[in-house]
C-alpha cells in the first residue's frame, strides 16, 4: 500500500485497503475520505443512560443492555416480505424487536448473544416492541461485563449501515480515517467561526464522529449543519446576483389587444387574490429585469389563469409564452384547458379567428414527425403566441421567434439547468413564471428559494368538497382491502368513477429505489398497474370497466384513456402519478393509492386532490403494508388527519434534505447537503444568510478566500449535474 498523504481527498483504498474500499464504493459510492467522513452518525448509544426493560414506557427513547431470547421471522400475509421478530430480555423483563423486511439481520440477531438496543418504545397488540432498533452487538467471545466497560462512558455511533456494512464496520473504517488525517483545511473564514464559537473543520469531523460527550456533538453537529447553509446561501445570493444584473424587454400590459379582449370574455370574475398576483406580475413584465417569480396556490386554486393572462400580455407585446409541463397527460390536458379558455382567441390565422387572436402549440416527445415539424415552424417563425409542451421544448431543434415569458408548472419536476436550457432560446433573457400546487411557509420559501419571488394564491374559487381519507393497514388488517375494492363498485354503482394509484408501472421497474431505505434494502414486491389492472379486472372489481393508465402507453392511447375516463366510459382508471397533477374529471369520488407508503406526504396530497371536484363529497384510501409507528406509517396517518395543505408540507419538508427541496437529488457519493433540514434549520439558514450576504457585500468574487471559492464551485457542479427528472 503506497503511504497515503492525509487529506480529505485521499482515497479510501489508501486508507481501508481494497476489499473494504470495494464494499464502501459499491454500498454508499464513497471513494475519499471526504466522501466517507460526511457519512454521520444517526445517532449515539450511550452506556451511562441504559433502562431496564420492566420500568419502559410507551415513547420513552431507550437504550437497554438485553440478550437475544429468540428469534423468528415469517412471511407477510397476501404480499412478499417478512418480518423479524426479536424477543430479548434483561433479566427484568422481556420485550420483542420487529424488522420489516431485514431478514438478513437474523445472522447477526443469534440466540445468546447480547447487544444494546436502542428506540422509541411502541405498544402493539399489548405489548411493549422497538420497531427498527438501532444496535450494536456486543462482539463474540467478549466477555459481556468488560465488553460493557468498554462501552462506559462512551458514546457509539450508529451508522445507516445494510447488511455488506454494518454499523460498527463503518465506525472502524471512519476511524483509520480520521487517524489518518494530517490536517484538515477549512473553508469558513476564521472570523465566522469566531462569531459562532464553532470548532475548526478537523476538530468537528472528529467529534461528530467520536464525541467525547454529546455537547460536543452537537456543537459539530451545528458546525457540520452550518457549512450547509452557509455554501447554499452564498450560492444562492450570487445567482440572484447575477439575474439581478440582467437585462430584457420590458413588456408592459398593453390596452386593446388579446388580454383585454380575453378579461372580457372570462364567464366569471377574478378572485381578489387572482387580481392581486396579477398586478404584482405584470409590474414584473413592465420592468427590463427579467421576472423570477414562483406562484404557489393550492390545487384548484386558479393558477392556470393567472399565468394565461401573463402570457397574453408577452403576446400583446409581440412575443411568445413557452408553458412547460411535467408529463405529457398534463401538456395535453393544458393545451385542452387553454383552448377552450381563449375560444375564438385561440385561432389566429385560421377561419373564425378573431381579432387579436393568436395560435396555441404542443410539442411533446412522441408526437408523429408532421405534428412535431408544425409546431416546430409555429414555434420558430413566431405565428404561435404560445407553445406548450414537455421536455421536449428543451430539445435543440425548438427554436422561437421571441421568447419573452417561461411558465412552469410544477417546479419540482424541473431543475435549474433545464429553466436555464429554455432561457438559452431566447434573444433577450426571458421572464420567468414558476407555478407550484405544494405549498411552503414564506419564511422557508424565502430563505429555500432565495433566487425566486414569491406570490401566493389563497382561496380556492369554486366550492370544493371535502375528502375523507383513511389508512388500510394491510399488515394488521388484511380483510380491510377487500372492503376498499367494495367501497369502490358501491361508487360506481351510484354512477361515479375510481382511481387507483399503483407506485409502479410493471413488477420489475425498480425506478424508486430511492425510498429502499425505508424497508432496508430488499423492498417488498410494491403494486404495479400492469399487474393490478388485469387482476382487479378478474377479481375483486369483475364487471366494472378498468383502463391502466402510466408513462409508457402510446400518446394516443394515453390521451384517449384520459378522454374516455372524462366523458364517463370508463369506471375505474387504474394509474401511476401521471394523475397527480391537473387532471380534472369532478365525477371521480373515490381513490384508493396502493402501498401508500412509497409517496411523499405532498404527493398524496396532490393525488387526494383528484377527487372531491364534483358536487359529491371524496373519499381516499391509503393502502399500506407499513407497520404501525414506523416513520412511514406516521407519514401516512398525517394525511389522513388533515387536509390543510401548508401544514402537510411542513411535515414533508421536515423529512426532506434542502437539496431535495432545491429540486437537486444528491447522488450519494457527493457530501454536500446532508444535515441540514429546511424547517428545523430555519433560524440557521437565517443566520447563514446574513452571514454570506455581508461576506460578499465586503468581496464578492471571494478573492480573499479562495477555500471557500473551490468548495462552492464543487456545490455548484453538484447542483447542476443531478436534477429531478422523473416525467
Ligand atoms: P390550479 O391550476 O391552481 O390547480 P386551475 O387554474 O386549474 O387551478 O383552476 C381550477 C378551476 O377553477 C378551473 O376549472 C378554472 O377554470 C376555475 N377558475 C379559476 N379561476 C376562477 C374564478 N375566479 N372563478 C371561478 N372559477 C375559476
Ligand atoms: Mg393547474
Not at 52 to 66: C, H, M, P, Y
Not at 360 to 373: E, M, P, V, W, Y
Not at 458 to 479: A, D, F
Request: aromatic share 4%; with cysteine; proline share 5%.
Amino acid at each position: 500500500m503506497a503511504i497515503a498523504e492525509g487529506r480529505l481527498t485521499t482515497k479510501l483504498v489508501d486508507v481501508v485497503g481494497d476489499r473494504t474500499a470495494k464494499v464502501l464504493d459499491t454500498v454508499f459510492g464513497y471513494r475519499t475520505v471526504s466522501d466517507l467522513l460526511h457519512h454521520y452518525p444517526r445517532r449515539y448509544l450511550v452506556r451511562g443512560e441504559l433502562s431496564d426493560i420492566a420500568e419502559l414506557n410507551e415513547g420513552d427513547e431507550v437504550t437497554v443492555l438485553a440478550e437475544i431470547y429468540s428469534s423468528s421471522s415469517r412471511k407477510l400475509q397476501g404480499r412478499k416480505g417478512s418480518i423479524l421478530e426479536v424477543i430479548v430480555t434483561d433479566g427484568s423483563a422481556k420485550m420483542s424487536l420487529t424488522f420489516f423486511n431485514q431478514a438478513w439481520r437474523e445472522k447477526e440477531l443469534r440466540v445468546g448473544r447480547q447487544g444494546l438496543f436502542a428506540g422509541k418504545v411502541g405498544v402493539f397488540n399489548g405489548k411493549r416492541q422497538l420497531a427498527h432498533p438501532d444496535y450494536e452487538m456486543v462482539p463474540d467471545g467478549s466477555d459481556v461485563d468488560s465488553a460493557v466497560a468498554d462501552f462506559a462512558g462512551k458514546f457509539l455511533p450508529v451508522y445507516p449501515a445494510s447488511s455488506k456494512l454494518p454499523s460498527w464496520k463503518i465506525a472502524q473504517c471512519v476511524k483509520l480515517a480520521i487517524d489518518s488525517l494530517d490536517e484538515v483545511p477549512d473553508f469558513i473564514p476564521p472570523h465566522i467561526l469566531e462569531k459562532f464559537k464553532y470548532p475548526s473543520a478537523q476538530q468537528a469531523l472528529a467529534q461528530i464522529h467520536n464525541p467525547v460527550d454529546l455537547d460536543s456533538a452537537e456543537l459539530s453537529k451545528a458546525r457540520l449543519t452550518f457549512d450547509e447553509a452557509f455554501l447554499l446561501q452564498l450560492l444562492l445570493l450570487e445567482r440572484r446576483a447575477e439575474l439581478r444584473a440582467l437585462k430584457t424587454v420590458a413588456r408592459p400590459v398593453k390596452s386593446g389587444g388579446i388580454l383585454e379582449t380575453f378579461d372580457k370574455s372570462l364567464p366569471w370574475k377574478l378572485t381578489p387574490g387572482q387580481v392581486e398576483v396579477s398586478r404584482e406580475i405584470e409590474s414584473d413584465l413592465a420592468a427590463d429585469i427579467p421576472m423570477h417569480r414562483l406562484l404557489q396556490g393550492e390545487v384548484g386554486s386558479g393558477k392556470t389563469v393567472v399565468a394565461l393572462r401573463a402570457m397574453l400580455a408577452v403576446v400583446d407585446s409581440g412575443g411568445q409564452a413557452a408553458l412547460l409541463a411535467p408529463t405529457e397527460v398534463l401538456a395535453a390536458q393544458h393545451l385542452r384547458t387553454i383552448e377552450k379558455l381563449l375560444g375564438p382567441l385561440a385561432q389566429g390565422g385560421m377561419l373564425g379567428g378573431v381579432e387579436n387572436a393568436t395560435q396555441i402549440t404542443l410539442l411533446t416527445g412522441s408526437q408523429n414527425a408532421a405534428a412535431r415539424k408544425e409546431a416546430l415552424a409555429l414555434a420558430a417563425s413566431g405565428q404561435a403566441g404560445i407553445v406548450i409542451g414537455t421536455h421536449a421544448l428543451l430539445s435543440e431543434s425548438v427554436v422561437f421567434s421571441d421568447l419573452g415569458l417561461i411558465v412552469v408548472d410544477e417546479q419540482h419536476r424541473f431543475g435549474v439547468e433545464q429553466r436555464d436550457a429554455l432561457k438559452a432560446k431566447a434573444v433577450n433573457p426571458p421572464h420567468l413564471l414558476v407555478m407550484t400546487a405544494t405549498p411552503i411557509p414564506r419564511t422557508v420559501a424565502m430563505t429555500v428559494f432565495g433566487d425566486l419571488d414569491i406570490s401566493t394564491l389563497r382561496e380556492l374559487p369554486l366550492g370544493r368538497q371535502p375528502i375523507t381519507t383513511h389508512v388500510v393497514p394491510t399488515m394488521e388488517k388484511p380483510t380491510f382491502l377487500d372492503r376498499a375494492w367494495e367501497r369502490i363498485r358501491e361508487e360506481v354503482s351510484q354512477g361515479h368513477q375510481a382511481y387507483i394509484v399503483a407506485p409502479r408501472i410493471a413488477a420489475e421497474s425498480s425506478e424508486d429505489a430511492d425510498l429502499d431505505f425505508l424497508y432496508g434494502e430488499q423492498s417488498p414486491d410494491i403494486a404495479s398497474v400492469e399487474e393490478l389492472a388485469p387482476k382487479l379486472h378478474g377479481g375483486a372489481l369483475k364487471g366494472l370497466r378498468i383502463a391502466p393508465l402510466h408513462g409508457r402507453l402510446t400518446t394516443e392511447l394515453k390521451d384517449a384513456t384520459m378522454q374516455a375516463f372524462s366523458t364517463g366510459e370508463i369506471d375505474v382508471l387504474v394509474s401511476t402519478t401521471v394523475i397527480e397533477v391537473g387532471v380534472d374529471v369532478p365525477n371521480a369520488t373515490v381513490m384508493v393509492i396502493m402501498d401508500a407508503d412509497r409517496f411523499g406526504v405532498s404527493q398524496l396530497h396532490q393525488l387526494r386532490g383528484r377527487v372531491g371536484r364534483g358536487t359529491s363529497p371524496g373519499l381516499c384510501l391509503l393502502v399500506s403494508g407499513a407497520p404501525i409507528e414506523t416513520p412511514a406509517r406516521e407519514r401516512l396517518e398525517a394525511v389522513s388527519k388533515t387536509q390543510d395543505g401548508f401544514e402537510l408540507s411542513r411535515i414533508d419538508l421536515e423529512q426532506r434534505r434542502e437539496g431535495d427541496v432545491l429540486g437537486a437529488t444528491q447522488s450519494g457519493a457527493r457530501s454536500h447537503l446532508r444535515l441540514l433540514r429546511v424547517l428545523r434549520d430555519e433560524g440557521l439558514i437565517e443566520e447563514a444568510r446574513n452571514v454570506a450576504a455581508e461576506l460578499l457585500e465586503s468581496d464578492s468574487s471571494l478573492k480573499g478566500y479562495p477555500l471557500l471559492k473551490d468548495e462552492l464551485e464543487m456545490l455548484k457542479k453538484e447542483q447542476t449535474s443531478t436534477y429531478i427528472d422523473k416525467g
